[in-house]
């Protein structure tokens, strides 16, 4: 109703003012042939062009207010719950489920949602006439993104799968393209399990991520057939692309409906295609993808308009008399694993799963809004049907906690997501995208009562993924069928953790890290429970995770006991892994109970976390040894090692996935098991103690390197966490140690030393050499990043190369391109080959290291040349010699002066070599500018000083010590000088002193600088890009190089 009007009689038009349309909050928008009039979120009267004016339809606009004035229309609700079909696909998807009531559209309502979304949508050509006759028979396969809006768990991509018969649509998440070859797998298992059939044909485009080797092997390995479009002919797969084109304008519809931030897309993709699944379209007119696979119809009564805002109800258990019963909260869509609501507590900025809600689902700052209906839709609780929930959107990575259920630990908050304003004005954290949701349900029988020891022949799962119960107390049902839910505390696992600085713990650090995270995503292993139970290769994960609880009744690993409401015991998971061998084949299936160690507080239940690792260093100078005296070397596995060391702290945790009969119980942990903070310090403190008592000696430049005397000859032992390699003259040595520690531990052999840490082993005594390299690795990590099929490259980078800051972006435009790029995940593995096998790409990953806060395209581009050429040299490695009769140490070192264009530091160089070659090799910038390349090279004679001090005293402990000075090549005759002179000099009083305990290791006969021409200076690679002919020289050089050199 317009007021304030003005009435001039005899005047045959009214006339609306669009200036006045615009004082009063209303704008309108022109086009070539109408007109719309926006009332904020709210279409509310359109108009077509009648010659060179616009004219309204004045009674279609009046019945449309009084038809909807006061209340909202049921056809426009559940137009909107429905993800915004059209009119003819609301009325067959009435007919073809049930829960929804006959609704009728009296006229031509404008929704806001479609008219942003849908307005110039044009006809998608005609689809194919061939038809397939069953479910599986012809699955069309494509990839939407990358999005400009990354997920708040780093994801990109959509990978969807829609089946040609049924229309049935599964989609996942993707932060790689790499990924499509996982997601593959576990849609195959998982739907062909479901579904009773076997996947036949898929058919996707050309694109790289289908049109593969790890595709390929999928395929053929199952006698899958293939089909792929003609290039540049996408008509051909429309199938896939016309169903992208309707997720996407379903997601965007809701999300303009309520005014909701694109932040959630998400969220909205996830509701779309569950809503798809549930709906009927033109090629079944009358039945609902969903009914097509799974042989049921299903019930769409619990469904509610995304976005919707309202209340959430708020367990008695959860609060006390007299705090509130409900708290304020957002729809987002419908939980993956539960008959439950997924919504964001606007209180308390955290995304939860409740099914008691009370929700407000008219559409936001319309015109209808004025008046407030009597009674807003309320779901107390959803109702238990006898249909299967599918999960439709993997995986999630969004934290979660269920609310209203008996079994459902304490929330959790999020405090680390910044807010960010959305433009309902309401200002809510970033919304949380599904990414790692681990679900509770089948369980593994065994746990009797509190105290009381497994039973082996108890331990049994009972998998019900297929079948469906009523829950006597109304409780959540879990989409395999079965009850309780565990709640998700934070994050998975602990902080990231910060940038790695270009030294030894820095790289070892984020290296270990990133190895750990690539072979993870590489083996294909599951990341949840669920998965574990519904993949493939389900049974041996299910004996792994028996063998991991049999191992923890037997150590006695905690006590069940009663909750109590004054303790919030920490949250666990399982963690699987696929161990490997040097050829890259699974040998083991491995399961582990990780307890959420990063809720635990300091002081309270832990207070020391300290735990130390061999050195990669070490681990080098050993094997460099063990080569020149001729040992043996065997390797050897502690099985569940944390296990064996006693907890001192009181900590409690909930009662783990998969054991029977503990509902209302908790653990309380007897022993140090993975995860706890405490628990890496306590077992080496345990560990320690044992190899103590057997008669080893720990290092003094290394803790976990040991080392015995006995009978003229040593043994060496290199301990990484509970992985060791033990070396020695003989076999028999070795025999009696490992009998020894078995005595204390239980322990797995694992033979000849071939595999530890990612890097092989390969001894050969016949010619007394010794090669360590990462060939496998190398491979995962270039299948991960695309560059399996990667044109060769033989310089890792340009000669002379010189990156500086200036090449990073300095526009929002160009961030936003280059955050859709893994730089630092890319860099992180480049760290861990180069600093456990590969100087020669030390210097351009050192330089690379430096752009990890805001990388560029030429950073991205330099990244990716190094890799290239790692493929390209992928059985490059470094090889020791055991010709010579001692053990003798030699170091080179070098610096480029200000080579660091941004702020001028010089780099140094510095490589110790120890059986022909490097067992130690460095590239760092130095910390202050040096004023002449005399001085740069001084202050890289200082680090390299200090890495000759800490390998003598290793070499000491390890019965060879050095006899004489080390001879130290220098090719700086200025830098030789300042070494050997400790006279006065004007030109160098300004440098630290700590540099000149050069000359006090010279003085006392510990090091000797020797002048090298720089054509034959080795460091000379760590220093500088090198042309292709100069960097050969010296990698061979070196002893780097492929076996055989």
């Not at 635990?600 to 063990?626: C, H, W």
């Not at 860099?827 to 752009?851: A, E, H, K």
């Amino acid at each position: 109703m317009m007021v304030d009007v003005m009435h001039i009689p005899g005047l045959d038009k009214r006339l609306l003012s669009v200036g006045k349309l615009a004082g009063r909050g209303m704008r309108v928008e022109f086009q070539s042939s109408s007109c719309i009039i926006w009332s904020a979120k709210r279409a509310i009267a359109s108009g077509k062009k009648i010659g060179k004016a616009h004219s309204l339809d004045c009674e279609q606009e009046e019945a449309r207010l009084i038809e909807y004035a006061g209340a909202e229309s049921e056809w426009e609700l559940w137009h909107a719950r429905l993800g915004h079909p059209g009119r003819s696909g609301m009325d067959k998807t009435q007919r073809a489920t049930s829960g929804m009531p006959a609704v009728k559209q009296g006229i031509e309502k404008l929704c806001s949602g479609c008219m942003k979304d849908k307005l110039t949508i044009n006809t998608f050509p005609s689809q194919s006439l061939t038809r397939t006759s069953r479910v599986l028979e012809l699955v069309h396969t494509d990839v939407m993104g990358p999005m400009k809006t990354v997920s708040k768990g780093g994801a990109r991509f959509v990978l969807t799968f829609v089946d040609d018969y049924s229309r049935f649509v599964a989609a996942y998440f993707m932060k790689h393209k790499s990924e499509v070859a996982a997601r593959l797998s576990e849609f195959k298992a998982f739907y062909e399990n479901q579904w009773g059939k076997h996947l036949k044909c898929i058919r996707s485009d050309n694109g790289t991520e289908f049109v593969n080797k790890k595709i390929a092997h999928i395929c053929a390995r199952n006698g899958i057939m293939h089909q792929r479009t003609v290039p540049y002919s996408p008509q051909q797969n429309g199938v896939a692309e016309r169903m992208n084109r309707t997720i996407m304008e379903k997601a965007r519809s809701m999300l303009y409906y309520k005014g909701i931030d694109m932040q959630c897309w998400v969220e909205a993709v996830s509701t779309a295609v569950y809503l798809i699944n549930r709906s009927t379209n033109s090629a079944n007119s009358d039945v609902t993808p969903f009914e097509v696979g799974f042989k049921m119809k299903p019930s769409i009564e619990h469904l509610r308009v995304f976005g919707s805002q309202g209340y959430a109800h708020i367990d008695d258990a959860k609060r006390t008399k007299l705090e509130p019963k409900s708290y304020r909260c957002m729809f987002l869509g419908y939980a993956e694993n539960t008959k439950g609501y997924r919504v964001f507590n606007l209180e308390r900025s955290k995304v939860v799963i409740s099914r008691s809600v009370k929700l407000d689902e008219r559409e936001v700052e319309g015109i209808y809004d004025t008046v407030v209906p009597d009674k807003v839709p309320v779901v107390k609780y959803i109702r238990d049907t006898d249909e299967a929930v599918i999960p439709v959107v993997r995986p999630y990575d969004g934290d979660e906690t269920m609310e209203n259920v008996e079994e459902s630990a304490p929330d959790v908050e999020m405090d680390e997501i910044e807010s960010a304003p959305f433009e309902t004005g309401i200002i809510i954290p970033q919304v949380l995208d599904p990414e790692t949701q681990e679900p509770r349900g089948d369980e593994i029988t065994g746990y009797q009562a509190p105290r009381q020891a497994f039973q082996e022949d108890r331990l049994v799962f009972q998998p019900e993924i297929n079948r469906t119960r009523r829950s006597r107390d109304r409780m959540l049902l879990l989409e395999n069928g079965n009850s309780s839910e565990d709640t998700s505390e934070g994050s998975d696992g602990p902080p990231s953790p910060k940038r790695a600085r270009i030294d030894d713990e820095g790289l070892i650090t984020e290296a270990v890290l990133a190895y750990a995270a690539s072979v993870g995503e590489a083996d294909d292993a599951p990341s949840t429970y669920s998965q574990a139970l519904k993949g493939e290769d389900n049974s041996k994960w299910i004996q792994a995770m028996q063998a991991e609880l049999k191992a923890h009744a037997d150590n006695g690993s905690w006590t069940l006991v009663p909750k109590r409401q004054d303790i919030r015991p920490i949250g666990c998971r399982w963690i699987f892994a696929k161990k490997r061998n040097e050829h890259g084949q699974v040998v083991r299936y491995k399961a582990r109970l990780v307890a959420k160690g990063f809720k635990q507080k300091f002081g309270v239940d832990f207070f020391e976390t300290y735990s130390p690792v061999a050195n990669m260093n070490s681990i080098r100078v050993v094997l460099a040894v063990v080569v020149t005296k001729g040992y043996v070397t065997e390797q050897l596995d502690v099985d569940t090692a944390f296990l064996n060391s006693d907890l001192k702290e009181e900590v409690y945790m909930e009662v783990p996935n998969g054991i029977a009969n503990a509902k209302k119980m908790m653990c309380k942990l007897d022993k140090a098991i993975y995860g706890l903070k405490q628990a890496a310090s306590a077992w080496n403190k345990t560990i320690h103690a044992v190899f103590l008592q057997i008669g080893f000696r720990s290092s003094g430049a290394d803790q976990c390197i040991y080392v015995k005397h006995q009978d003229d000859n040593y043994v060496y032992v290199c301990l990484y966490v509970d992985d060791m390699i033990i070396a020695a003259k003989t076999s028999r040595e070795i025999q009696e140690i490992k009998t020894a520690l078995k005595s204390s531990f239980r322990m797995k052999e694992l033979g000849k030393a071939k595999f530890i840490l990612g890097v092989e082993i390969d001894h050969d005594h016949n010619c007394s050499k010794l090669m360590i390299r990462q060939t496998r690795y190398i491979d995962d990590v270039a299948s991960r990043f695309n560059q399996e099929d990667a044109k060769a490259v033989v310089n890792p980078c340009e000669s002379g190369l010189k990156l500086s800051k200036k090449q990073s972006p300095t526009t929002d435009v160009d961030r936003a391109e280059m955050q859709s790029k893994p730089y630092r995940s890319l860099i992180g593995c480049l760290l861990y080959i180069t600093t456990c096998t590969r100087p020669d790409v030390m210097y351009v990953i050192t330089q690379l290291s430096r752009f990890l806060e805001n990388p560029g395209q030429q950073h991205w581009k330099a990244a990716i040349r190094v890799l290239r050429y790692l493929k390209t040299t992928r059985d490059y490695g470094i090889i020791y010699d055991g010709s010579a009769s001692e053990v003798t140490a030699t170091a080179y070192t070098d610096a480029d002066w200000g080579s660091n264009i941004d702020d001028r530091r010089s780099v140094s160089g510095i490589m110790v070599i120890i059986g022909g070659a490097p067992a130690i090799y460095k590239s760092k910038y130095q910390r202050t500018v040096a004023l002449s390349s005399a001085e740069a090279e001084y202050m890289a004679l200082s680090l390299c000083t200090q890495e000759v001090l800490w390998v003598r005293a290793l070499l000491k402990d390890l019965g060879h010590e050095q006899v004489g000075a080390t001879w130290v090549w220098e090719d700086n005759q200025g830098a030789i000088g300042l070494a050997s002179n400790a006279g006065y000099n004007a030109r160098t009083k300004h440098v630290d002193i700590r540099h000149h305990f050069i000359r006090e290791n010279v003085a006392h006969d510990i090091i000797v600088v020797k002048y090298i021409s720089t054509m034959d200076q080795l460091a000379d690679m760590l220093t500088k890009a090198l042309g292709t002919k100069r960097l050969n020289y010296l990698i061979q050089a070196s002893c780097i190089g492929p076996k055989g050199i």
